[in-house]
């Protein structure tokens, strides 16, 4: 007999909660032996419902840029609720989603002035996918269809964003998927797929160039756009050499093929400039945002698309559809009044002016512990978006055996001690919220050496037991 659903209200009915009415994104069975459920939060920490506090390194997953329970984010959106919870979108637009769409013109880089509102991360890459294809079908290439990104990406769960998407842990139970998408290698330095070093960029920075040679060898007329984040976060947070960027923009420009960066995770100031696009000095066509943009008050995503490419977009109703793509909730105005709120406060508080501070005691942290543990082999990432890579032996970088599951202890051990980081079987990351103070990087610090000393002492005994 299963027992009935239970409110969580309390830690005591927490424990009688049915926790099958419910899918997480964990392996479920596993997560049911020691479920983590939150119940509140504030600034950069998180309490269960059994009252124990965890300090946030991950932002929620990169989400809450401007820390738990911000008060002028709040309030914002109660008065928005007063004064109009929702417009009809069949029909136009809201002021609020003007004056959102206004102020993402204003901070982005270049020319990125025009905005498609959606929900969440995937609704808007599938919606950059969609215009690549329509642009390119208004300015007289309709073959051109395909969309080039990496293995080891993540763009979302719905169908095309997951076929842009390139992990086969994701993607096998859903396949097939929609065709059209041409996968390539990730810029890994560390593991170079090319076998090469980076050296000051002495390798030819071959990662970038097989992206042009693939477009060739498809044919250009049938490619549509490289879809790319800045920075990769699946795969341990990848971080490209300088060169890399301005390359896929010099082969887009050469090939007529759109550029467009999932700044899902590294927009909204967490690489220390507003969005990462800044930070590698490349402008791209179609800038994807979400996560952080709204602080994880409201769901809500932006597409930025560059002006010459949005004015296509204009034409008369009889040669002109305007770009065919909608859901419901788009331009939501309490979402659009949260996001304002999140914009204003990483303004007015230079929260990417922090988020490069408190990044670089971050990394200076990871270095310290790198000079005391042989096993950090890699540290990686800019701003607040930081990792470890963890390897058995430094010199060979050979990574831990699969059975050890190296990274997911650390990570384990390091929740148990009440901090939430990113953690994978070789690596680990931390994505703190952009308000985090030095001595909360400093605990954050604490918590993950504590951890690691932890994990390592138990990995070399079970060692010399066996
Ligand atoms: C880089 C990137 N793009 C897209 C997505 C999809 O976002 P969502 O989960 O909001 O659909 C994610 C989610 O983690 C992401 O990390």
Known sequence: MQPPVT????????????LRQIF??????????????????????????????????????????????NRRVIEAMRQQLDVLHFSPPMHGTNPVAVRLANLLAEVS??????????????????AAIKLARQYHR?????????????????????MGSLAASGLKSRKTVNEPLPAGFLHALPPTCYRCPYGKRYDGGACGITCADVIEQMIDLEDPETVAAIMVEPIGHTGGVIDPPPEYLPLLREYCDRHNVLLIFDEIITGAGRTGRMF??????????????????????APISAMIV????ADVFWGPIETNPGFVE???????PVACAAAIAVLQEILERDLCANARQQGDRLRAGFERLAAKFDCIGDIRGKGLLQAIEFVEDREGRRSFPKSV??????????????????????WIAFGPPLISTAEQIDEMLAILERSLAETLDEVLSARRDA
């Open 7 to 18: 409110l969580i209200s309390d830690a005591q009915s927490a424990e009688e909660t049915f």
């Open 24 to 69: 997480v994104r964990d392996q479920m069975a596993e997560w049911s032996r020691d479920p983590l459920v939150m119940a509140r939060a504030d600034g950069v920490h998180y309490w269960d419902i059994h009252g124990r506090r965890y300090l946030d390194a991950l932002s929620g997953i990169y989400v809450v840029s401007v820390g738990h329970n």
């Open 109 to 126: 880089p270049g020319d990125l002035n025009t905005c498609k509102f959606e929900c969440g991360g995937a609704e808007v890459t599938e």
């Open 138 to 158: 208004l300015t007289g290439h309709p073959g051109k269809y395909k969309i080039v990104s990496r293995y080891q990406s993540w763009h979302g769960s719905t």
């Open 276 to 297: 990462a696009a800044e930070t590698f000095g490349v402008t791209p066509d179609v800038l994807c945002t979400g996560k952080g943009l709204s602080g994880g008050f």
């Open 306 to 309: 560059r002006r010459p490419i």
């Open 326 to 332: 909608g859901h419901t909730n788009e331009g939501h």
């Open 405 to 426: 599951n190296f990274g997911v202890r650390v990570g384990r051990r390091a929740l148990a001690h009440g901090l939430l980081c990113r953690f994978d079987p070789n």
